[in-house]
């Protein structure tokens, strides 16, 4: 039966259903026992599940995924939580040198089904480190996957996947998105994990992006529809794999894209997705790929955020960049 | 093909889905349930509230304002006068003052967040006075209590909870460090200046302020190495205020957290972090210490943190309020009160005059703070870099291109 949740709860959700089905699915982190994570999103778990499959750790993140590691090693499917996004980098020596490696250095013997959470993104008013779009630098390394749900349907049935996954999945939660509510349907039958879903038809221009920026592109689409303007709205899901045969397909038909993600763009996925489609599809372009996303500067404080962040008025004014090709 | 200027535009902005709150959801405490029978788990009881009568802790004022004898650690307070004292009791009450204000400018919504030191004013003030004007200091997120002892104005810590800015003071006007967010960074760069400091043969010391939460992290651990292999002149000053967000003590160590030093070859000792004398006496003996070329120490303020971890935090979900109450009875403000009073340190026309001048303070802090104008755009793009960067100049030309197209609009 389809239920209307936020996104908070449809992970909380989907988590829950895990660790139901198999008694190798443990849940890590600092906090997500007792108070049920900082935003919540493991709230009751511990109190359903046990200490011993839902564990408070200690204070210490390179700790958190090296155990976690181990663990992995063990036979066990760790789903661990980094508090928030600035504060996985104790822990990037782990996830980088030995989690995304460790597959390929046994010739393919060790499995590592390991998730590694990471609410990530800005637009909550927070201090430095709790508002960051670091997931270029998780994209950037093989042997890693990377995947950030839109919605709370998306966000309940790719933390199911990723758990099946055999792989890492570093799974980035868009923070501001978890009080968003929408209809989630544990009985439906999902989409591949790193497949790209089209979630709004349009004709004369693409706009791709993931996480808390496919709201963003939606409205944006909406606004332009207002001044005749037919946008169509990718949700890419994953970065990596990255769904570069739906982007082309919609590309084909538009002849535009504009990418768009919070993240600083110097460096970012979206300059992978430029370079990619400018090759695939260079005759079918009308207009450079551009993109809109962050500065090449600190995540600025609270009450520059606004600037900082994509808004809709960075969206449409790209989108007219490219339609005045 | 050019790119067209799009200068005609109305701004599109619209509000929707901007900003969320992080506000915590409150909800009912879950209970624990035991460890599946087929596991093998190890299982201490949590003991709460240490008694003052234990042989780990350093105390020289006892809970009821008793001067109590210590051999060790009094010379290190003999010369302190009643005037001394009331300075002490002087920073605690405005320390106090100072982060109430703040915890309610947040919610008057006038901050974002606040991280309270509610308890800790004896650990802070006790160790803050302990320092030298040439000593560095590297705090965490919660000293504000040191900071003050350091001169900085309390205003300039507000901004960055504030929102305004990332930091908010010059390190180096105070030799007070930045705060740091990221837990346990900082003990390594108070290592490293440490071991500048004894390169350049100067005798002053460095302190470094984390949590007990902290002492888990890697950083912690590399910095006491790195610490006492270079025998740096170096005190880590642990507050152990028995929580990190949600997790007690318990869940971080299995031993007493000053004996940790013991390990890495340097000496731990846990004082009464309640005791603002206490604190004052042993930080002084362990600076000292690094002064004389003896090296690092680690310094366990045994206390409590008797607010909620900051303002988004909710601490009914996972400590009870008998824990509470067995703390606030060690309140360390309080106890030197007694003290004072009952030495007859100081009459009433003292602790009058200091109400009004908190009052007073709590004003001054709010009128700042209120008057704390939100930073101009163009502040995303400064400082990123020392010598400047090609690619940062043209993002901020580009933004201006964009600002002045809404400014051609008459703005918005
Ligand atoms: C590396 C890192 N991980 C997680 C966090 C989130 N966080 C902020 S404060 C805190 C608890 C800190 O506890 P403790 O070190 O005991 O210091 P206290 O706040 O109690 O003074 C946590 C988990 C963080 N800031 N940095």
Redesign the interface.
Known sequence: MAEKMAMAKAINESLRRALDADPKVLVMG??V????G???VT??L???F????VI????????IVGTAIGLALRGYRPVVEIQFD??V??AYDQIVTQLAKMHARSLGKVKLPVVVRIPYGG????????SESPEALFAHVAGLKVVSPSNSSDAYWMMQQAIQSDDPVIYFEPK?R??DKAEVDPEAIPAPLHKARVVREGTDLTLAAYGPMV??CQ?AAD?AAEEGKSLEVLDLRSVSPLDFDSVQASVEKTRRLVVVHEAPV?FGSGAEIAARITERCFYHLE?PVLRVGG????Y?????E???LP????V??AV??SL?? | ?T??S?AA?K????A???????G??T?T????????GT?R?TRTTRSTAKKSTDPELVQLLTPEGKRVKNAEYDPFVAGITPEDLRGLYRDMVLTRRFDAEATALQRQGEL??WASLLGQEAAQIGSGRATREDDYVFPTYREHGVAWCRGVDPANLL????????GGWDPNSNNFHLYT???GSQTLHATGYAMGVAKDGADSAVIAYFGD??S????VAESFTFAAVYNAPVVFFCQNNQW????PTE??TRVPLYQRAQGYGFPGVRVDGNDVLACLAVTKWALERARNGEGPTLVEAFTYRMGAHTT???PT??RGDEERLAWEAKDPILRLRRYLEASNHADEGFFAELESESEALGRRVREAVRAMP??D?F???EN?YADG?A??DE?RAQ?AA?QA??ADEGGH
Do not use: C
Request: glycine share 12%; charged share 25%; net charge negative.
């Open positions: 600092e906090d026992g007792k108070l049920g900082v935003f919540r709230d009751g511990q109190k359903d046990g200490e011993s499959r408070d750790t200690p204070l210490a993140e390179s700790g600035g504060f980098f104790p637009g909550i008013g927070a201090v430095e480190h709790h501001r978890y009080w709201k963003l409205e606004a110097f207009a500065y090449h500067a600190p600025p404080p609270a009450r520059l606004e600037t900082y808004d809709l008025d960075r449409l004014d007219d960049r005045a090709y | 093909m790119v067209e799009s535009r701004p599109r902005r619209s929707a889905g901007k900003a969320g709150t992080t915590s959801k909800g405490t879950a209970g624990t349930t035991g460890a599946t596991e788990t974002g967040l901004g960055m909870f504030r929102g305004v800015n990332n967010i990221v837990i939460g902290a888990s992290q890697g950083d990190a967000i949600s997790e869940r971080q988004s935090d909710d979900r996972y939100d930073p755009h502040a995303i793009f990123a960067h690619l940062v993002e933004f964009y197209s809404f």
